[in-house]
């Protein structure tokens, strides 16, 4: 009796246990950068009334980035005025999950993947709004598991600024990792009725 109760209380701390490797921390907090440099739209003769793309240059000047963060909270914390690349989008349709930014700061690199896209209300051919959603994800020193976000783009072509922020949305435990904690906790229990029982016929 003593030893199916010590196979069965195993075997719950077991469960437990691949239920928290499972469910890996997520990235927390939100991030906003300003742009260094012009963007440019696509294709080639449209405006942001029509466009389907978004050209982002890079500058020598700028050690090939084209954009500053400007804000960060959470696991952006501290990132003010680190240099940013922003990758060309093609928006409408998008393509599938596209890399819009990446850089290095700390130990640690960062990016943001778009994985849905839509497009703003007061769109003319001077301004645009995109928004949607996506991964934010932080490897090397701080890593975090890939989370999803919320972002949002705005872009002026009088003068070519743009601004971007993303933010992460609530991390929802997998199934997988939800089912192995309920066995978890179901085995637990199992172990602590066999010893009351063990108890009570003492």
Not at 3 to 19: Q, W
Not at 116 to 127: C, E, K, L, N, P
Not at 181 to 192: E, K, P, R, T
């Amino acid at each position: 009796m003593l030893k199916r109760i010590a196979v069965s209380l195993a075997c719950g701390m077991g469960l437990l246990t691949l239920a928290a490797a499972a469910g890996a921390t997520p990235v927390d907090g939100a991030i906003s950068f300003g742009s260094l440099k012009q963007f440019s739209v696509s294709p080639l003769g449209s405006d942001l009334s029509n466009n389907t793309g978004i050209d982002f240059a890079s500058t020598a000047s700028w050690g090939g980035n084209n954009a500053i963060v400007n804000g960060g909270t959470g696991d952006f914390a501290g990132l003010d005025g680190t240099l940013a690349l922003f990758h060309d989008l093609t928006f409408d349709p998008l393509p599938g999950p596209s890399l819009l930014w990446d850089f290095s700061a700390a130990g640690s690199s960062y990016s943001f993947t778009v994985t849905s896209v839509a497009i703003g209300a007061g769109r003319t051919d001077h301004a645009l709004t995109l928004t949607g959603d996506g991964l934010l994800d932080i490897d090397g020193a701080g890593d975090r598991d890939a989370t999803s976000g919320e972002w949002t783009w705005t872009g002026n072509q009088n003068g070519g600024v743009f601004s971007f922020s993303a933010s992460n949305a609530a991390a929802i435990p997998e199934p997988a990792t939800l089912t192995l904690a309920m066995l978890g906790l179901a085995g637990l229990g199992v172990s602590g009725r066999r010893r009351t029982a063990a108890r009570a016929d003492a």
